[in-house]
Antibody
């Protein structure tokens, strides 16, 4: 059974950084990539980026390029998403989700609420 | 703004059929997948590769594509199908991924 378990909620001040973790289980971690998707309150889904757990290749959405870094630790089957220079517009639920590059996303984490507030 | 456009909301009578569309030029070249999201929950994959259903998804969900438009059809809608639905594919350049704008389905 595939599971993606994310770290807990975060409250950050504007200008700070946040790092969300996503621990995978139930499959061979290196055989699939991990997407990061966010959803602002009352809004739709927004794709942020993707990383290959096999070779570390990444691809980021233009909107967050330069502020986001996605990494993996294959020894612990964990993916990480770090977002810097936070503003109130970054307040959202952040999801990690399994998928090969440019194809369907078949399993999702439970989501992590990141609140940016002064 | 998203390169994949969906109608904001549709309604369907219980047991009837509803079709949700997703329009974008990139759909001529790349597969679409569809996700159902209920309030407070993570999305769930319901269709991949334009018209394939994952195991465990009821067969009342089906997908298709014609030209630049992908469609998700619910045949015999149930009360539990009430949710937001999103399409997903690559953008026109093929170098990034994008979600559709989302459609809220109400079952009357």
């Amino acid at each position: 059974q595939v599971h993606l378990v994310q770290s807990g909620p975060e409250v950050k001040k504007p200008g700070a950084s946040v790092k969300v973790s996503c621990k995978a289980s139930g499959y061979t971690f290196r055989t699939f990539g991990i997407n990061w998707v966010r959803q602002a309150p009352g809004q739709g889904l927004e794709w942020m980026g993707w990383i290959s757990a096999y070779n570390g290749n990444t691809n980021y959405a233009q909107k967050v390029q330069g502020r986001v870094t996605v990494t993996t630790d294959t020894s612990t089957s964990t993916a990480y998403m770090e977002l810097r220079s936070l503003t109130s517009d970054d307040t959202a639920v952040y999801y990690c989700a399994r998928g090969d590059w440019g194809t369907e996303i078949d399993f999702w984490g439970q989501g992590t609420l990141v609140t940016v507030s002064s | 703004s998203s390169e994949l456009t969906q109608d904001p909301a549709v309604s369907v009578a219980l047991g009837q059929t509803v079709r949700i569309t997703c329009q974008g030029d990139s759909l001529r070249s790349y597969y679409a997948s569809w996700y159902q999201q209920k309030p407070g929950q993570a999305p769930v994959l319901v269709i991949y590769g334009n018209n394939n259903r994952p195991s465990g998804i009821p067969d009342r969900f089906s997908g298709s594509r014609s030209g630049d438009t992908a469609s998700l059809t619910i045949t015999g809608a149930q009360a539990e199908d009430e949710a937001d639905f999103y399409c997903y594919s690559r953008d026109m350049s093929g170098t990034h991924c994008v979600f559709g704008t989302g459609t809220k389905v109400t079952v009357l």
